[in-house]
Structure formats: C-alpha cells, structure tokens
C-alpha cells in the first residue's frame, strides 16, 4: 500500500491531479495468485489507469519483488454509483434537486431548461 500511495503523491506532484484522484477512489485489494483488483466509476478511468499501469505494475512488481502480480480493473455498476455520479444534465439535476428543493423553484422562476 506505501508503494501505491506515493505513486500517488508522485503523481500529484507531477501535475497528475486527475489520475491522482482516480488512484484514491478505490483501495487495490489483493485476491487469489497475486491478483491485484482496483474499482473504478467509468470506462475513461478504466482506460487512463490501464495506461498508467503500463508503467506502473513493472515498478510495482520491482518494489515488491514479486513478479508474478497481475493487475484487474473493473468498472462499478450499480444503481448506488448511478445516483453517486451521474452522467448526464438531467441525472445531475435530480442529485441536485435532492439536496436543494428549492432548486425546482429558481427552474420555474426563471423558465429553465434541463
């Protein structure tokens, strides 16, 4: 865990504040052989940490002195995530309009649209 955490003080560092961040959103956790699996909330993260480990598992595998680690990444797929992180104007809206009911007000005060 030392070796990931300042691969993402590295990054940060290094002006990498995104991948940073889809770093921090799940803890890798070690399964069966040696399998490393990591969550994340979409496919673009998906991609920008499968071309980050390119890099990263050779380093990983170095420090750790185990060269038979393998690395999962998996995109979260339920209803929790959706209502977390919503994907479109109108899903944001309705997060929003949780936490600030009078939002639906300022929408027809105005004569918004979504």
């Known amino acids: 865990m030392a070796v990931w955490t300042q ?4 990054k940060r560092e290094g002006g990498e504040s995104n991948l940073a961040a889809i770093l921090e959103m ?17 496919t673009m993260n998906k991609r920008e940490l499968m071309h980050e480990m390119e890099s990263f598992l050779p380093l990983l595998k170095e ?11 998996r995109v979260k797929e339920n209803q929790q995530l959706k209502e977390e992180h919503p994907s479109n104007t109108r899903e ?17 005060e105005f004569d918004l649209k979504i």
Do not use: M
């Open 26 to 42: 799940d803890a890798p956790k070690l399964g069966e052989n040696f399998e490393i699996t990591f969550q994340v909330v979409n």
């Open 92 to 108: 944001k809206y309705e997060l929003l309009l949780k936490s600030y009911p009078a939002l639906e007000l300022f929408k027809k």
């Open 7 to 10: 691969r993402i003080k590295d």
């Open 63 to 73: 420090k750790l002195n185990n060269y038979t680690i393998r690395f999962s990444i």
